[in-house]
């Protein structure tokens, strides 16, 4: 049995190459689009200079995003999925050349921001679904969990250090070297990825892309284990729409500016950064569903504790656990899927879940900010803590039969739920 440590376990990087080259890739990626984060709304605000236009840009990629983990969930069910990875990454890296071609234009065009943007969007999903199914054929559905952790390492410093690189990079000379950057950093994916072996699921019983779908939500439907993780999914992203109070919060109840502002933005994503690096006992709990559900109504108490705080350091405090109990939850969420679904499912499920928590956050954006109209905004992240606080007991108490993890194997005994 493997030491235990609350530290991740980066030793599957030495012993699993094919893991190993998911990584640089991985991170390579990110690194890039941490830059077009900066540059896309920054080029779309200096040609508009409306913000308006900006969140629109954002909105179509979104859009983008959502459809193309759909259909990617289905396609990863048919074909090759390591055929779909380097599909997908090589036409991102076509809609880069073509943001940057459109940049060094003497005048660049809107529509070409919109229409790029979507197809990015689009097929930046088919890759990223196409993978998360691959992943359990990669490490084996034991390792799911540490893979996973090492992954959202690199992730959250990749959010960190590429916007800033970005920004620099575009105050020193253009932002048609962001796109270029981008698009040679996606070019360079392509080389890892191509030692991956291939990857072909089981035959599907029906080749009609949205009764696939249909069937993938069906077995969602009829599995708990899936089900419930994806409603606690669900519950957590909608909350972390709270972040469109922090203005008023800081202005009103903390009486700060700009400054306290920054730190109060800045809580959340070190709590999810120390989340991925303090999260190695995540893969060895001996009851994953429960624990899963534990933290999750953890993050939701600190929100109900902001919500009745009226103090600065105390709210940092809150928030940077709550971005740690969200970092280990959303970690949990994804080994219990994983090792719930079957080959010939992943895809699909993956898809779901992964549309889930995109769409989540912008409902939940929508919906604080709404709730913010009638509550001040102490009130409103307080009934927004406290009610998903409320939903995940319920679901505590109703859900007895989780999965337990064999303490041999490592993985999972998911008790027979689905029917």
């Known amino acids: 049995m493997p030491k235990k440590s609350i530290f991740v376990d980066f030793s599957i990087l030495k012993s699993n190459r094919h893991f190993r080259n998911v990584f640089i890739a991985r991170t390579i990626s990110l690194l890039g689009l941490g830059m077009l984060s900066v540059a896309i709304p920054l080029q779309t605000y200096q040609l ?138 996606t070019g360079l994916t392509l080389i890892p990825l191509l030692g991956l072996p291939a990857m072909q699921p089981p035959s599907m019983d029906t080749r009609n892309p949205l009764r696939a779908l249909a069937d993938g939500v069906g077995f969602v439907l009829r599995n708990r284990v899936v089900l419930g993780v994806v409603v606690v999914g669900t519950l957590v992203t909608l909350t972390t729409g709270v972040r469109v109070l922090f203005p008023a919060l800081v202005e009103a109840v903390f009486a700060g500016g700009a400054f306290e502002l920054g ?84 895809g699909r499920i993956n898809a779901i879940w992964t549309a889930q928590d995109a769409s989540g956050d912008s409902v939940g954006s929508l919906g604080a900010g709404a709730l913010g109209q009638w509550l001040s905004a102490l009130a409103s992240v307080f009934a927004i803590g406290a009610a998903s606080l409320v939903g995940a007991l319920v679901m505590y108490l109703t859900y007895r039969r989780l999965p337990r993890r064999d303490q041999k194997t490592g993985r999972s005994e998911a008790p027979p739920l689905t029917g």
């Not at 234009?105 to 990015?120: H, M, S, T, V």
């Not at 624990?291 to 600190?302: D, E, H, I, Q, Y």
């Not at 009745?308 to 970092?327: D, E, I, R």
């Open 48 to 185: 508009t200079n409306d913000s308006v236009h900006v969140g629109m840009v954002t909105a179509v990629e979104g859009i983008g995003l959502f459809v193309g983990l759909l259909w990617g969930g289905v396609l990863a069910d048919q074909y090759d999925r390591k055929k779909l990875i380097l599909f997908a990454r090589a036409t991102c890296g076509f809609g880069f050349v073509g943001l940057a071609v459109n940049a060094w234009l003497p005048e660049p065009q809107l529509w070409a921001i919109y229409a790029l943007a979507l197809w990015d969007g689009f097929f930046g999903a088919l890759g990223v679904t196409a993978l998360l199914a691959a992943m359990p054929f990669i490490v084996g559905r034991e390792h799911l969990v540490q893979a996973r952790a090492v992954s959202m390492v690199s992730m959250r410093l990749a959010t960190v250090i590429s916007p800033a690189v970005g920004g620099a990079i575009i105050a020193a000379s253009h932002v048609g070297w962001n796109y270029l950057v981008a698009a040679l950093g």
């Open 263 to 346: 730190l109060i933005y800045s809580a959340v994503p070190l709590g999810a950064t120390l989340g991925a690096l303090l999260s190695g006992w995540a893969s060895h709990v001996r009851c994953p569903g429960k624990v899963m559900l534990g933290v999750a109504m953890g993050a939701f108490a600190s929100l109900a504790l902001l919500g009745l705080n009226t103090h600065f350091v105390p709210a940092l405090m809150l928030l940077a656990m709550f971005g740690y109990l969200v970092s280990i939850s959303s970690l949990l969420q994804y080994g219990l899927v994983q090792e719930a679904t079957p080959d010939h499912y992943l």
